[in-house]
């Protein structure tokens, strides 16, 4: 694989830490874990959800927390003490974990369900109405040219 050097623009840039932070993680994906695995999925136009497999995991055993725009999960089993079963295979990982994902400015995690060994983590994209985009209204050419300011007065020359 090849390796980017992204010393130039941090030299020249300003604010962009996470962005570069961001892609510092993507080039070294290889060493990301594997387990548990998880779907990632988008329910709507705004809406999506993560999925995570944590067959023999309950709602005790989870935590989920979001700081800084980052969703993190984690499960740990309390050791069971039964000492009257002796296991002869253990294919089930019922190992420790954690798992983060990187959310995108504005996206909030609005719940989080435990069904059929699946954890569904719901989340939404609320853009504020202040970043929508919004209609400008042109004024005619006939119109004053100083805009008219609500509550104030105009004094006549």
Do not use: C, W
Request: glycine share 6%; net charge negative; no cysteine.
């Amino acid at each position: 694989m090849r390796q980017f050097d992204l010393a130039p623009l941090y030299r020249s840039t300003v604010g962009f830490d996470r962005l570069f932070a961001a892609l510092d993680g993507f080039v070294s994906a290889e060493q990301a874990p594997t387990y548990p695995p998880y779907n990632i999925e988008r329910t709507g136009e705004t809406t999506y959800r993560v999925t995570v497999a944590v067959a023999g995991f309950t709602e005790s055993d989870l935590s989920i927390e979001v700081k800084e725009n980052a969703l993190t999960i984690k499960g740990e089993r309390k050791p069971v003490e039964n000492k009257s079963v002796e296991v002869l295979h253990q294919g089930i990982a019922a190992r420790a974990f954690e798992r983060r994902f990187q959310l995108a400015d504005h996206v909030q995690v609005t719940g989080a369900t435990l069904e059929n060994g699946l954890l569904h983590v719901d989340l939404v994209r609320e853009i504020p109405e202040a970043k929508k985009p919004r209609q400008i209204q042109i004024a005619s050419g006939r119109a004053s040219s100083q805009p008219a300011i609500e509550g104030s007065v105009q004094q006549a020359a």
